[in-house]
């Protein structure tokens, strides 16, 4: 279970790194939407393994198809089912996993689970699960864009201690695009790529921080109390694989500010209510303010590394397993159209479900 | 809509500071379950206004009524209704809030949402709202407690920039019940309690840090992709008023470490499958490792301060707001059994949808 | 589980025949619609056991008080909480239901699924149960007959072997609220009332149909493929207490005719697309077409008799039970505001979905 | 919207009649079952257009494939996804669909509720829908045989006016599959089939009714108040195309009897409560009580018949349509598989459900 997301816009994923392939079946996608692959492919290139020298070298074609739910090139309202064949299955570079539980991985969790796993890859487990939430998330992107006048941009701000210096209000998709970390500050992405570039060198990873913006999102989305929005965005960057912290608007840092410094002051602003600041990251008390849209996602270095480790094995026994093959030394570069697709996900289910109760 | 939570223990909440009162119902809590008001009623009392110095002097005595769902001091397996009568009802004193919006409160995003707002204290926007949750997390707490042999503790570990230093494994319940700031640190506790107190003085507020730890749940709770333990753990945190950010295990701190540094090596200990470092926080792939769970809030400073700020009122013109009356300079001490709470609410829904799936 | 009934337009349910009350939360109620008490009583009232000398005797007034969810007259978009509590409470009356199961009640059911169950009054499987949906229906009814122009009637067309002539398209509320079997057709309800007055004497039951039509609907509610109208509908009416079938349009009967002569041809008037027939009922591929959407649900005779029946006790003996105290001879009359309410909570929340998905 | 069934075990189906094909994701179901395509394939051979001389002549082998949530022969906890290609794919046969909407189909109620239709061979609305229900429901009937030995079995009671005798208690899936019609009364499957043909001739179409008998429920399956086990089953047999009505246990007939005659007299049998007449169909109060559950489904006749008939186009002008190729004289053969998977997927939900709550 827990394979579904939204609740009126509302994805379910499927697949395994290894077997048929992976996909998406979205349902409740608004009717007449000019759709084609052509949409997709963009994003599912940005997510794919092998696009650049700093991430991991499977590879993949990723070729989306969309198999229902359109006509004519138009969405039809009914279930929108898209699929990506798995092709690059080299089961035998993974056969030590067949027996030993990879350290901070989900090998043992998912036997205990289960009491079965697909071992090969990392079956469920593996980072290549998202491809269904990124082809569904360009759909919501695309409706956001088109019908509600809403951008979503995602960006590595952070490498390690390499920190970024970003203008959250001016960023263009087109500086993010501008590297292959893409990491909008130039001199900092210039680091961060070399930082990775030693990391893959040494058979270790990297974390880092992705921040995201949502602009245009008008007042009135989000559902108090449970489903805040900030509350189901977080929910979203958290179910992505290696997330360990969320935080919206000021976030961590905003606790070392008393009330009075922190609060959002209003003031009319061409006919519009405005915020002189905006540490609440563009939502109050669950609900959009119309300001943008800011929140960033912590990504712990990924757990493969090409290095021997102290594990288990399958029968309880203490052993070591030596990383081999292949290994993705940084996670954020392809986890940027990731947070962009979760993001708009949340933001469109909101919009639909504000059109549902308010009209 | 978003007013329920839980998938298979499922509470919706409801009620509003000024009107009937505030409550709560459950559906799915397990029959035969020892249940009676004095199991509730302390939670509530750690929650309530007006139990300390250091928090909102507002005066309710927030006693629950069980309204259904029990008999002869078992639970049936029916919906649990609780109910808590709204007493301390002063519309007066919010008149202001009528026509103007506070900064950095909810009041002017429900106005956009829904064209109309109960001003009355917050309306559905208090924390009063939050009254429901913790009734229904004191029955979560009970079942994990007595079912599952699982115990959930959260406090407060930094008020601003006082931080305190706390061994998770080891904290008790008395320690953090042992002054009223909820800081199992004392040292740091007399320092966070003078703080709060002079920004009481000062009529502004400040923010904070709660962790919360889960002991004893065992592996298999968490339902990937999306329904991941602490996907929902941080839905269910970010839901709470004021709340900003989000961090499981090493959480953002973990992004300065490598791969190799970060992983935690399994060994095999007393029989059972250990991890020997806890950075992952107890969660791996979204799936409970059956090391302790961790994870840490961060709060806002209160938006309510006893200052005057810029702000704007319902004719949409330019005006300033004073702060008057009660106020609470820091919601930690209070939040710390909501946490909890929720807390407690997430892990009994895994407990059954584990249990419902996998037997 | 499986307290709670709709997507959009969501309600809870609570409560025990015997306890502190019944009642109901309703989430995503649109906002700014007005609504007070007054709304709600006359549907209640009709609901009520001893309302007329052919019901049940039991005496409650069951006045509602909405305890959450509006301010100032109006509803707020926040979840609306209605209560009833309960007055006539006489647990001696029902000593013997403490270790005897009643045929053909659930009696027995809920002690095999909870182990535990409130015996007094039948608890939640008292029909009592349905004053939370008749309150929350009462709210939908209102939504549907001044958003959207949607008005729905409910009427019984038979009592066992007294059947009714009905035309579906001009019956009235006055017609049907004109005698107290609430049955248009003077002439059959006066043979209904001597049937149920004469089972009542002999202590016996009956059942019958109830037919209910909505008339108003525009094309387009109904969501495909699991959640169409008529599956909503029919789960709503199974739903009730005692109710054994549900059809729609032609239903049953239809199975005589062949598919040419079942047909509804499509002609234009008046500008709008309708059907020469309607044998559909108002409902085709499972969303409406705009014509009266009608159907009938079956009703059992109520298995509380004033007789004595075999049966077996808690300890698993054989033993007799001998009916005694109140009895109502025909739960028809007072189904009929709960079918009503029912189908307003399907239509509703249909309409609130096809606003959502469609614009 | 509206595309999933199910809470812990849930599907979601895809896939209109031309286009990609046809499918569905399971996401809840039970790890470590055994389970390869060839335990899917025979229920979709029994639903299969093309399999006698009575059905649509329709060519298509549905050859099913398991794209996830399958490891070496069994599963894996994850979601299976099934997929079965479209072949017979004609468009041209259909070309007058485009523009006129056929008589109680669902092409006017489509294009009124999306402005939108893939009107090749009904798209979305055709039958071919249900692969996707049949392939799921299969797994779900391997798993109540194999984990909670409960049999499923439906079959033709009635054709028109022709109606058989069967013994639900007695009935064997091998007299159920011994005739083309499905039905295991030999003599009125002979006359059947025979009305079925001279309808095929006519060019016209016949309904009647399916029983399905559920064999070996364990008492407590069902959740009260609105997901009783008859609500689900009714909603489940509502959704299936062609559908107009749904009884339980003593049903319409039902309301002939008092209720003195209608009740089910408890009595010991073998250690067991049982009841002595079963009209309450093996649900009371909404439960499986673990008598034999039955219920019965009535289906109009096909609305596709070979005769010109009166009707509206998509400019909103009268016109005539002729019906064209082939055609289905008689759902009843094919959906008797139909019938089976949804009542499969409703109890293995309930199943799962009734553990996660109740342990």
Chains 1, 2, 3, 4 share one sequence.
């Not at 994805?11 to 009717?31: A, L, Q, Y």
Request: net charge positive; glycine share 12%.
């Amino acid at each position: 279970m827990g394979n579904s997301f939204g609740r009126l816009f509302r994805i379910t994923t499927w697949g395994e790194s290894h077997g048929g392939g992976v996909g998406v079946v979205i349902d409740g996608c608004p009717p007449r939407l000019p759709l084609t692959e052509a949409d997709i492919q963009p994003d599912l290139d940005r997510r794919r393994p092998g696009q650049s020298s700093i991430v991991t070298p499977r590879q993949e074609a990723d070729q989306v198809q969309i198999l229902s739910g359109t006509f004519e090139g138009k969405t039809l309202g009914t279930p929108i089912s898209m699929w990506v064949k798995n092709e690059d299955a080299r089961p035998e570079a993974y056969s030590e996993m067949a027996t030993k539980f990879r350290p901070s991985h989900a090998d043992y969790t998912y036997q205990a689970k289960f009491g079965v796993r697909n071992w090969q890859g990392g079956g469920r487990t593996s980072a290549r699960e998202t491809v269904g939430r990124v082809a569904a998330g360009a759909v919501a992107k695309k409706i956001l864009r088109e019908q509600f006048g809403v951008v979503i941009l995602a960006y590595v701000t952070q490498v390690q201690r390499v920190a970024a210096r970003i203008d959250r209000e001016a960023v263009t998709f087109k500086q993010i695009e501008s590297n292959i970390v893409r990491c909008p500050d130039e001199n900092a992405a210039r680091k961060m790529i070399r930082l990775i570039e030693r990391m893959r060198r040494a058979g270790d990873s990297v974390g880092g921080l992705i921040e995201c913006v949502a602009r245009g999102v008008p007042p009135g989305w989000g559902e108090p109390v449970f489903d805040r929005l900030e509350a189901d965005l977080g929910k979203a960057m958290l179910s992505l694989p290696a997330s360990k912290g969320f935080e919206i608007g000021s976030g961590f840092g905003g606790i070392l500010l008393t009330g009075l410094a922190h609060n959002d002051a209003f003031r009319m602003k061409a006919g519009r209510v405005r915020t002189v600041t905006n540490n609440s990251g563009g939502i109050q008390g669950g609900i959009s303010n119309g300001e943008t849209i800011y929140f960033r996602v912590a990504f712990k270095p990924v757990a493969t590394v090409m290095r021997e480790q102290q594990t288990v094995d399958i029968r309880l026994k203490n052993t070591t397993l030596q990383g081999r093959g292949r290994h993705d030394p940084c996670v954020l570069p392809r986890a940027v159209p990731m947070v962009e697709a979760m993001a708009a996900l949340v933001l469109v289910d909101h919009a639909l479900r504000q059109r549902g109760q308010c009209g």
